[in-house]
């Protein structure tokens, strides 16, 4: 896989915590039940209320549990997770917000030269890490790669 396409995942990540929700909801219902809004709505709560989902799944949860029904309405026409979740993002933008975090720890400073600085400043702000006084790409490159070790905090 290359930088740029990995790359391109991640600038298209901010609904993919919603979509790996979605379709993990999907993927443990029967065929049938996935057309019952009433049992898609039960697995959507069973789902959130499993212990071992990470923290931004959590989050996720957090924000579809209060809308349920207007997820089991098009999940139950067989709306795609993408489609499903852009459909989320208008009525709850926060939802947009929730990301899973860019993994850096496999790419050579070659790859991450390869980047552009608008994308170098996404994973520091994923980070939660500012580079004040960074001017230079090089310089963002550094900061990256200076705080790889907290590219795994799964924690908000």
Do not use: W
Request: net charge positive.
């Amino acid at each position: 896989m290359s930088i740029v396409s990995r790359l391109t995942d991640s600038t298209s990540r901010s609904t993919s915590v919603c979509m790996k929700v979605m379709t993990d909801i999907r993927n443990s219902m029967p065929k049938p039940d996935q057309k019952d809004k009433p049992k898609i709505e039960s697995a959507i709560g069973s789902h959130c209320a499993n212990e071992s989902l990470s923290a931004r799944e959590k989050k996720i949860c957090y924000y579809i549990d209060p809308i349920k029904r207007d997820v089991a309405q098009p999940f139950s026409l067989g709306m795609t997770a993408d489609r499903l979740c852009k459909r989320i993002n208008k009525n709850n933008p926060e939802i947009c917000g929730v990301k899973f975090p860019v993994k850096t720890e496999n790419l050579e400073p070659k790859d991450l030269t390869k980047l552009r600085v608008k994308q170098l400043k996404s994973i520091l702000l994923d980070r939660g890490v500012e580079c004040k006084g960074c001017v230079e790409k090089e310089e963002f490159i550094k900061k990256v790669q200076e705080t790889e070790h907290l590219a795994g905090s799964d924690e908000f």
